[in-house]
């Protein structure tokens, strides 16, 4: 489930190093096009979509528009798929959004258990870590230490509180805004929303990460 | 269905490891499975439910061993295989050999940004006043259906608070077999001593989003 070996001989590969899930796909891919189910140029525009144009950048300018403006952070809170709706993001695997809020009592982090629910439109395709079974199993049971998995932690005063995505309702964390960007511009803020601060198994960079 | 994908709370794992700077996909295949499945959704005519239960319905071993862009194909290979859309002999043979069966719809380049705008929201009218309301006590019922479900495990036969109503929405466990069955959808919000015993971290509360069928009262 973690995406091991297989993915790892990509950058080498010529045609007599397929390995055996390479030739399926790609005789899969022949047949459904030779049947007319599929359109190679439909594939591609796919592909490109989520590799240029659906990612964790969308949430970022979400969270620093809510940083910057408390009027929509409002309307985020209230009803959060018409609000990032607002910034041009909708649609598949975020028909149904609500965004949660951390606050210094209380720390939020997003999971799928049972397969690998995100919400795509702000936060693009889930990372392999996010699909798999140590995070899944763990996150809703000892959030603490998936936190210490990342590297840090919340004060033991801190409730934390998991989302389990069962159902088709996409969760998505709005951070706290770090100290010291009083006066800053939604862009420059942007650049200190992480994808992982979003899901709950980060915290936004600091300035000086970014100066 | 009790399958390997109930992942919540099993004690079989390691450490999260995340991956500095992880690629959208780690191989030129993972691109090719991701958008012939994106695209087959179309012609093939399942929904989100037949999908997931697809992938999920494997013996464990499978489930556990096959990285998740292998799982979607395996799922996809099953859908398309019990509808005829492709045979077990042109998987093998890797070309195809018998003519294409007719489909309603498929997904030229110049639809893309609408059937990704549109997505498949799973909403419905309500036709009748939810059971539960906010701050009600629930409990989830011990079921064990050998068929889908979202109600994991870990959450079965415990009492809980309901904290959000979502509306009524399309009910998985009888969408995966064709019937939409829309149900009122609740997140139900549980402590973790009630889901891990004294052991649970009493600061944790961990929900899950559970249909009403899924619920009776505590």
Known sequence: ?211 | MEGAHDMGGVAWSGPVLPEPDEPVFHAEWERRAFAITLAMGMPGGWNIDMSRFARENRPPEEYLSKSYYEIWLAGLEQLMLERGLVTADEIEAGKPLHPAKPVARTLSSDGVAAMLHRGGPTQREVRSPALFAVGDRVRTKMIHPPTHTRLPRYVRGHVGVVELLHGVHVFPDSNALGQENPQWLYTVIFDGRELWGPDGDASVKTSVDAWESYLEPA
Not at chain 1, 14 to 24: F, N
Not at chain 1, 45 to 57: A, D, F, Q, S
Not at chain 1, 65 to 77: E, N, Q, V
């Open chain 1, 1 to 211: 489930m973690t995406g091991h070996d297989h993915d790892h001989h990509h950058h080498d590969h010529d045609h007599s190093e397929l390995s055996e899930t390479e030739l399926r796909v790609r005789a899969l891919e022949t047949i459904l096009t030779e049947k007319g189910y599929v359109d190679p140029a439909a594939l591609d525009l796919l592909i490109e979509t989520y590799e240029t144009k659906v990612g964790p950048r969308n949430g970022a300018r979400v969270v620093a528009r809510a940083w910057s403006d408390p009027a929509f952070r409002a309307r985020l809170l209230e009803d959060a798929t018409p609000a990032i709706g607002e910034l041009g993001y909708a649609g598949r695997q975020g028909e149904h959004i609500v965004a949660v809020e951390n606050t210094p009592r209380l720390h939020n982090m997003v999971v799928c258990t049972l397969c690998s629910c995100y919400p795509w439109p702000v936060l693009g395709l889930p990372p392999v870590w996010y699909k798999s079974a140590p995070f899944r199993s763990k996150a809703v049971k000892d959030p603490r230490g998936v936190l210490a998995d990342f590297g840090f932690a919340v004060p033991d005063s801190t409730e934390i509180r998991v989302w389990d995505s069962t159902a088709e309702i996409r969760y998505f964390v709005l951070p706290m805004r770090p100290a010291g960007t009083e006066g800053w511009s939604e862009q420059r803020l942007a650049d200190l929303v992480t994808r992982d601060s979003m899901i709950g198994t980060g915290l936004p960079k600091q300035p000086h990460e970014v100066a």
